[in-house]
């Protein structure tokens, strides 16, 4: 299947953003990413983008498709949630969590924080991620979903605090 789309491709909401449209924004990001789907999640860049992923630069779309193959067959029973840090213009600062355990069983919490930059038709240019990852116990997950989007009433990160 192909990792690219076409060059003209636009995704709404577009720049320059306000309160809403970022916080949008976010939550589409929030839902591709829970969808665990490394094709969706790169049509959702430019195909030029720059990434930063902790110690990982990833190439081009097929190079973040192949990024997220691996992190997710690693990051088992992922689930993530993300929320607006901050926004300006064509730039959105992003917080989030995620749970996932690997194939021993022992679970993490991962913490970090994004920096995005979007063209004029809506994608991602750049992406910068600074994570940092805390063993948990499975009693002590607070990311409790079935696979999939976050359910609207699940609460987001302010509300589970830190």
């Not at 094709?39 to 990434?51: F, I």
């Not at 609207?152 to 605090?161: M, N």
């Amino acid at each position: 299947m192909p990792t690219t789309g076409p060059s003209d491709e636009v995704r709404p909401p577009l720049p320059p953003f306000n309160r809403d449209t970022a916080t949008r924004k976010v939550r589409m990001a929030e839902d591709a990413w829970n969808s665990r789907d490394p094709v969706r999640v790169s049509l959702a860049y430019t195909e030029d983008r720059r990434w930063r992923n902790r110690a990982e630069f990833p190439l081009g779309r097929d190079g973040v498709v192949a990024f997220l193959t691996r992190k997710w067959a690693r990051e088992l029973d992922y689930r993530l949630v993300k929320e607006l840090w901050a926004h300006d213009g064509n730039r959105i600062a992003v917080r989030f969590t995620y749970e996932w355990h690997d194939d021993a069983g022992n679970w993490f919490r991962s913490h970090g924080n994004e920096n995005w930059e979007f063209d004029d038709l809506g994608l991602m240019r750049l992406r910068f991620a600074s994570i940092n990852d805390q063993p948990i116990h499975e009693a002590d997950r607070r990311l409790r979903w079935p696979l999939g989007p976050r359910p609207a009433d699940h609460p987001g990160l302010s509300d589970l605090g830190p």
